[in-house]
C-alpha cells in the first residue's frame, strides 16, 4: 500500500505523514510470536483459501507463520501481502465491527489463529505489543480510508446536499469508500447500470457490492455497514449519550476501571470538535491536531478498554422515574442504565435567512473539514462567527487558498477567540476580517451563487458571486431529547451540582439525604458533562476533564 503523503491535508494524511512501512506492516519477532502463540491455535490454508471475507465480524487475528496472506479491497486492488512474522488486522478487529477488506492464502499458509477477545486482552496488559498492534491497527486504517480501499461505493453529485451528509459520515467515522461523480466520471453511467440505478436516485451508497441504497438516511448507511449496533437486553453499568471529548473521555476512564460501558452518538465522535480543521492549543499537542484525528484516536483508545460504541443513533427520551433508567432512541430502540452521563453538547445557532434551508450542504456548512475544503479549494468563501471553531476554520480554509471573508457581529475578535488564532488571522493576507457585519440574504438557484451582507460601522450593503458560507455562531444545547426529566436552566443547559437551587431540587423530587455531586443532575446517578452542561467552560480540555472526572462520582453512585 502506498503511505506516501499526496497533500490533501486530511486526518488520514496527517496521521500516515513520515510513518513508514515497518510501523503500518511491522514484523514480530520471535520472542513476540511466542508470547501470542500460548493464547493462539495454530491453522493452515492452502492456496487461494479464503481466511475471512468483506463484512465478516469478530474476525480473528493471524500471524503468518509460512506462505502469505494477500489483503484485497473490494475492487480487488492489492493492498499489502502479511509475510512470515506479519500479522493482520486493523481497528475493526477492537470494534467488532465488519470488516472492509478480504483475504486470502498466497501459497500454502501456516499461521496462528488469535480470536479477537484474546487481541483485546494482549493489547491491555502487555504494553510492547499493545503498542505494535495498535499503532498499525490505527495506521492501516487511516490508509485505507485515505485510498478508498473499502467495501462502500458512493455515487453522488456536488449539487447533492445528501452526498456531502454522507461523505462526512464516512469519513468522521473512519470508514473507508470509493466515491465516483456523476458530473465528473465518465465511466460512471456503468456503474449505475449495472446497478439498475439512474442519476435521479443519487447519491447511491453500494455496501460490500451486494446492497444497494437510494438516497439514505445516515441511520440507513449506518446499519448496512453495522455501525448502530446494541444490546439492548443488557443492563450497563454506564450509559455515555454523546461521543464528542467529554463523553469519550468518560468512556476511556469507566471501561479502563471494568466498568460495562456503552457510547451512542447521532453521528460521529468528536462532536463539534470533530469537525475542527485544527486545534492548536490542546495540551500534549505542540504543533495542533485535527478535531477528526484526535476524536478517532479517542475512540480506538475506549474500543482497547472494551467500551462499545454505536453510532446514528438519536436519543429520543430519557425515562427517569425508573431504576434502572431506560434511555429511549429513534426507531424503537432503548436501553437500560443504571447510571447515565449526558454529554450531548450543542449545535450552532443557525441565523433567521429566508432559504437558509435549502442550501444547507449545497453552499451552507457548519464544519470546515478536508470534505468541505474539497468543494470550495481556491475559492472566495464567507466564515461567519468568532470564536474559536471559526477562527480554526478560516485559517485552514486560507491554507487551501480559498479568499476568506472572515464576518463577526462585534469589533473584533479579542473578546471570543484565543490570541494564538487572532494573530494567525491578522498575518494572514487572504483573509479579510469583517467586524460589525452579518449576512442579510442567500441567492442561488439550486445551490448558493450569491451572497448579501452588511455592515453597520460603515453603513454598507455589499452583494458578493460566493458559493460557499461557513456558519458557526452561537450554541444550543441539544437537550430537547431531556423533556422535563431534570433541571435546566433559561437556556436549557442542564444543572449539575452545586448550580442547582433547593427549589429546583424539590420540584425534581430529588429523593437522597445527600445533595447531588458535582456534575450530578436532579436525578441521583445522572450526570452532565461538557458543553451541555450549565457554566461549562467551551473549550476541549475542559470537556475531557469533565468526563473524566466524573467517572469517579460514577463509582461513588455505583457503590450507593
Same mark, same amino acid.
Given at each position: ?23 503500518? #506492516? ?7 510470536? =511466542? ?44 493492498? *499489502? ?5 506479519? #500479522? ?74 445528501? *452526498? ?63 455501525? %448502530? ?21 468518560? =468512556? ?44 478517532? @484516536? =479517542? ?29 429511549? /432512541? ?13 454529554? *450531548? ?13 435549502? /442550501? ?12 468541505? =475544503? ?53 498575518? *494572514? ?92 443532575? @436532579?436525578?441521583?446517578?445522572? /450526570? ?6 450549565? %457554566? ?25
Amino acid at each position: 500500500m502506498a503511505i506516501e503523503e499526496d497533500g490533501s491535508g486530511s486526518a488520514a494524511s496527517e496521521r500516515l505523514d513520515g510513518a513508514s512501512p515497518g510501523q503500518i #506492516f511491522p514484523t514480530l519477532d520471535a520472542a513476540q510470536i =511466542a508470547r501470542i502463540a500460548s493464547l493462539a491455535k495454530e491453522r493452515t490454508f492452502a492456496d487461494g483459501e479464503s481466511l475471512w471475507e468483506q463484512g465478516d465480524r469478530e474476525r480473528p487475528l493471524y500471524i503468518v507463520l509460512e506462505g502469505g496472506v494477500a489483503i484485497l479491497s473490494g475492487k480487488d486492488q492489492l493492498v *499489502t501481502i502479511h509475510e512470515p512474522g506479519g #500479522f493482520t488486522g486493523d481497528v475493526d478487529l477492537l470494534s467488532g465491527r465488519q470488516v472492509v477488506v478480504r483475504a486470502r492464502a498466497r501459497g500454502a499458509t501456516r499461521v496462528l489463529e488469535l480470536p479477537s477477545t484474546r487481541v483485546r486482552a494482549i493489547i491491555q496488559t502487555d504494553a510492547n505489543l499493545s503498542e505494535i498492534l495498535l499503532r498499525a491497527f490505527i495506521l492501516r486504517r487511516l490508509a485505507l480510508v485515505e485510498r478508498g480501499y473499502g467495501n462502500v461505493v458512493v455515487i453522488g453529485s456536488r449539487h447533492s446536499a445528501g *452526498t456531502l451528509a454522507i461523505q462526512e459520515f464516512l469519513t468522521r467515522n473512519s470508514q473507508p469508500y470509493a466515491y465516483l461523480d456523476v458530473d465528473r466520471d465518465v465511466d460512471v453511467q456503468a456503474t449505475l447500470d449495472s446497478f439498475g440505478v439512474g442519476v435521479d436516485d443519487v447519491p447511491v451508497v453500494i455496501c460490500r457490492g451486494e446492497r444497494v441504497l437510494k438516497k439514505p438516511a445516515i441511520e440507513d448507511v449506518a446499519d448496512c455497514l453495522g455501525l %448502530n449496533r446494541l444490546n439492548q437486553e443488557a443492563v450497563r453499568d454506564l450509559v455515555v449519550i454523546g461521543a464528542g471529548p467529554a463523553g469519550l473521555a468518560a =468512556a476511556v476512564y469507566a471501561a479502563s476501571e471494568g466498568l460495562d460501558v456503552l457510547v451512542v452518538e447521532s453521528n460521529a465522535p468528536g462532536g463539534q470538535a470533530g469537525s475542527s480543521s485544527r486545534i492548536e492549543n490542546y495540551l500534549g499537542f505542540p504543533t495542533g491536531i485535527s478535531g477528526q484525528l484526535l476524536a478517532s @484516536s =479517542a475512540l480506538v483508545q475506549a474500543e482497547k478498554f472494551g467500551a462499545e460504541i454505536a453510532v446514528a443513533r438519536t436519543a429520543a427520551r430519557l425515562s427517569c422515574r425508573r431504576r434502572p433508567y431506560l434511555v429511549e /432512541f429513534a426507531g424503537d430502540v432503548s436501553v437500560q442504565a443504571r447510571t447515565v452521563i449526558i454529554a *450531548t453538547g450543542v449545535q450552532y445557532r443557525k441565523p433567521a435567512l429566508r432559504d437558509l434551508d435549502r /442550501f444547507e450542504g449545497l453552499g451552507i456548512y457548519y464544519g470546515a473539514t478536508q470534505v468541505e =475544503a474539497n468543494l470550495c479549494q481556491d475559492e472566495e468563501v464567507i466564515v461567519v462567527g468568532g470564536g474559536n471553531s471559526a477562527g480554526q476554520a478560516a485559517v485552514f480554509l486560507a491554507s487551501r487558498g480559498c479568499q476568506v471573508n472572515m464576518l463577526v457581529r462585534r469589533a473584533g475578535l479579542a473578546e471570543s477567540m484565543s490570541r494564538y488564532l487572532v494573530r494567525r488571522i491578522e498575518e *494572514t493576507t487572504n483573509i479579510t476580517l469583517r467586524t460589525r457585519s452579518q449576512i442579510e440574504g442567500l441567492e442561488g438557484d439550486g445551490r448558493l451563487e450569491r451572497v448579501t451582507w452588511s455592515d453597520a460601522g460603515r453603513g454598507t450593503r455589499t452583494s458578493a458571486d460566493i458559493r460557499h458560507v461557513f456558519l458557526m455562531t452561537g450554541a444550543n444545547p441539544n437537550t430537547g431529547w431531556l423533556q422535563n426529566c431534570i433541571a435546566m436552566d433559561e437556556k436549557a443547559f442542564v444543572r449539575t451540582g452545586p448550580d442547582m437551587s433547593p427549589e429546583d431540587l424539590a420540584a425534581a423530587g430529588w429523593p437522597l439525604a445527600r445533595r447531588p455531586l458535582l456534575f450530578e443532575t @436532579s436525578r441521583p446517578g445522572i /450526570f452532565a458533562v461538557g458543553d451541555v452542561r450549565a %457554566n461549562s467552560v467551551k473549550r476541549v480540555a475542559a470537556a475531557v476533564g469533565e468526563g473524566s472526572v466524573c467517572v469517579q462520582l460514577v463509582h461513588k453512585v455505583l457503590a450507593e
